[in-house]
């Protein structure tokens, strides 16, 4: 884990990137892993708001929305990270379905990149069709999910915590490695142990900020 100071760049609006932060590659988060930040001129500020990686940037990343409104190209920010465990893209994957339960998918946008450059044919099941997505993804409903699931050799899901029963059927269906971003809170990054990211597994309780926030589907349900 390192710590250092990152600047926003470009935001943007409408956009599933929410800003280009630059800072030094150590910082950069992997897919589904997070970065905690704040703005310098905010040092009252109660909790630092976690940064997930939409896509990747020569010198820095692209954040996944949203993010603070304040947060204005020039802004100064404090990051700690990467944190957590992020995504596990199989080499061997060929056909990924990305799945954004929670109506944002834009912490899943940052597997179209290694997806791609390893050949991958990619559907994204989304309420709606995200702007500046490629045009090679297929977008579909989310009702698509059950007939989705057998296609695939890797799914990777982004959902709300409360949505973990409604994925569970998933297991039956497909027979690939799914990984599950679960959005909980995450506002002391396993720190101070607030306890406020717990959620109930399989074998007990599990903390999305240090266990997670992605996990294997199969070991938690
Ligand atoms: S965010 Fe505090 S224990 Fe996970």
């Known amino acids: 884990m390192w710590t250092g100071t990152g600047r926003i760049d470009e935001t943007y ?13 150590p910082l950069v988060p992997a897919p589904g892993q997070y970065l905690l930040a704040y703005a310098l001129s905010e040092p009252d500020s109660p909790l630092a708001v976690p ?3 939409a896509a990747s940037h020569p010198r820095g990343f692209y954040a996944a929305k949203p993010l603070p ?3 204005t190209p020039g802004t100064i920010l404090s990051l700690r990270g990467p944190l957590g465990h992020g995504f596990h893209l199989p080499a061997s994957a060929r056909r990924v379905a990305l799945v954004a339960l929670g109506g ?4 899943l946008f940052a597997l ?13 099941l989304a309420e709606s ?10 977008v579909l409903p989310l009702t698509a999910l059950a007939e989705t699931a057998p296609w695939a050799d890797y799914m990777a899901i982004d959902a709300p915590r409360a949505a973990l029963p409604n994925v569970q059927s998933l297991l039956a269906s497909s027979g690939c490695p799914i990984d599950i971003l679960v959005e909980t809170p ?3 990054g396993g720190i101070a142990e607030c306890g406020v990211c717990a959620i109930t597994c399989r074998n007990g309780v599990m903390l999305a900020c240090k266990d997670g926030p992605v996990f294997n589907l199969k070991a938690i349900l």
């Open 13 to 25: 609006i409408d956009n599933e990137r929410a800003a280009r932060i630059l800072c030094d590659t």
């Open 51 to 53: 940064v997930f990686r």
């Open 69 to 71: 409104v304040a947060w």
């Open 104 to 107: 944002n998918p834009a912490r």
């Open 112 to 124: 179209l990149e290694p997806s791609l450059n390893q050949k991958a044919e990619i559907t994204l």
């Open 129 to 138: 069709t995200p702007v500046g997505l490629p045009p090679a993804i297929e």
């Open 186 to 188: 995450l506002p002391c």
